[in-house]
């Protein structure tokens, strides 16, 4: 199914330690970009959540938003700087004998200094919190995923109520260009006539002349290759494939058939639904810019 390239898709989970928080947002862009904003503290996740991302898109502007709460249950390493604590006693030491006062009894004299012990914590266990956040990721991708295939959907139904109105004006044209050619011929004999009267007209130069006007506004293989083209961007759709750049190709192609058949268009009504395929055209290539 096709998948529009704008998508938000939320996942909340984690142990009994950790809660994870996962958000998803993409918008438009050519190719996948993929930018993730994590705490300093587990900037690891980032190369991976950008690997593990890439096999739910192809194309997008991807923003990912992490956020770990870790209920701390291990304690870190402490030690003490001892020359520090040194430091301090002898300097206390110095004031009581110069002012006469008691020294503490107990060790609070240095506890109190906060600087005296060092707290080195255990490093991240890299595995383990990949392991937690994985899960989380991935029911964020999928409700990232089905976002944006229920926006693909819509796009698709209007795209191809487009197609079909672009098949309406190929029909039109197909029908209408022979008459073309039969009212130049009328057209013809009677612009003669008003010039040369009763006097006999050479049929078979008129004949040669409406077989030139017809082969010089011919649009049959045009028309051939609009349905051909139609039919091929109905089939995109069912391929199941990323395909907003083919698409995108494909419809500069069905652009340019229609640009011809302008160009050869001498009758009004014709004219009118060129514009129309046109008209549609663009509005299809607006659309397309949403698919990945």
Not at 242 to 266: C, M, W, Y
Request: net charge negative; hydrophobic share 40%; proline share 2%.
């Amino acid at each position: 199914m096709v998948k529009s390239m704008t998508g938000y898709g939320r996942a909340v989970g984690g142990d009994e330690n950790m809660t994870v928080t996962v958000e998803l947002k993409s918008v438009n862009h050519r190719f996948f970009e993929f930018n993730a904003r994590v705490y300093r503290n587990y900037s690891f996740l980032e190369e991976r959540l950008k690997a593990f991302f890439q096999q739910y898109i192809a194309r997008g502007k991807v923003d990912c938003f992490v956020q770990i709460d870790v209920e701390e249950t291990e304690d870190g390493v402490v030690s003490v700087n001892h020359a520090l604590a040194a430091g301090y006693y002898n300097a206390a030491k110095d004031l009581s004998e110069k002012y006469g006062l008691p020294m503490p009894a107990d060790v609070t004299l240095l506890t109190s200094h906060p600087d005296v012990f060092n707290v080195k914590k255990a490093p991240a266990d890299e595995e383990k919190i990949w392991a937690v956040v994985q899960p989380v990721a991935a029911e964020a991708a999928q409700s990232f995923v089905d976002m944006r295939l229920a926006e693909g959907k819509k796009l698709e139904t209007d795209i191809l109520s487009r197609a079909d109105a672009i098949l309406d004006a190929v029909s039109f044209i197909e029908q209408r260009s022979p008459d073309t050619v039969r009212e130049y011929n009328e057209k013809l004999k009677s612009r003669i006539r008003e010039l040369i009267g009763d006097t006999q007209v050479d049929e078979q130069r008129l004949l040669t002349e409406a077989a030139l006007f017809a082969d010089k506004i011919a649009v049959a293989e045009e028309t051939v290759r609009l349905r051909s083209h139609i039919d091929q961007l109905r089939a995109f759709f069912t391929s199941g494939a990323p395909i907003g750049r083919k698409l995108d190709f494909l419809v500069q192609e069905i652009n340019r058939e229609a640009n011809t058949i302008g160009s050869k268009a001498s009758d009004i009504e014709i004219a009118r639904r060129v514009i129309d395929i046109k008209a549609e055209v663009e509005k299809i290539r607006e659309q397309i810019q949403n698919i990945e």
